[in-house]
């Protein structure tokens, strides 16, 4: 007859298949959060900075044309006075719609980058959630069964051998 099977600790694959369900159930909230993140930055480009720096120029644009409106009237007053203000004024609103404009060129390049820049992460992010998902839900429940198998076959004791037959007259 072949020898037992020597199984040291069954309590082991159980406590690795207990940890990994412990993982499993961190990971997967943290990568459904990484997931939304990069929506929801997405989204913000799209929507609230895009839009927030079109009404900027917007403003800024009406702001320098008052000033500009300001310093031609102060030009063409026989005095002078404000005139350095004036300048300084549309100076001011050139830079101010100038920064405005350059964040807007910004927000359009990273829209338009976007995928680019963080789709190979995404992606990642997007295998591992299914990874999570799919093989590593089938190795707890392998290890599940592994284990109980384990258990069954070390609770199993030889039978003991089989008393020879006395002889009776």
Known sequence: MAERAHILSVEALEAFRANLIVYL??????????????????????????????????????????AEAALFKIRLSPMSSG??????????????????EGKLKAVR?????????????????????????????EAVTDLTRITQLLADYADVRPEAAPKPAEDTP
């Open 25 to 66: 159930h961190g990971a997967r909230p943290a990568l459904d959060e990484v997931r939304g993140e990069i929506i929801r930055a997405r989204l913000w480009l799209e929507t609230d900075r895009k839009t927030y720096w079109e009404a900027q120029i917007r403003r800024r644009a009406q702001r320098l044309q008052d």
């Open 83 to 100: 005139l350095e203000y004036a300048q300084a004024m549309v100076r001011r609103g050139r830079e101010a719609l100038g920064e405005a």
């Open 109 to 137: 390049k990273w829209i338009r980058d976007f995928d680019e820049v963080l789709g190979p992460g995404a992606r990642q992010v997007e295998l591992l959630r299914e990874r999570l998902s799919g093989e590593l839900n």
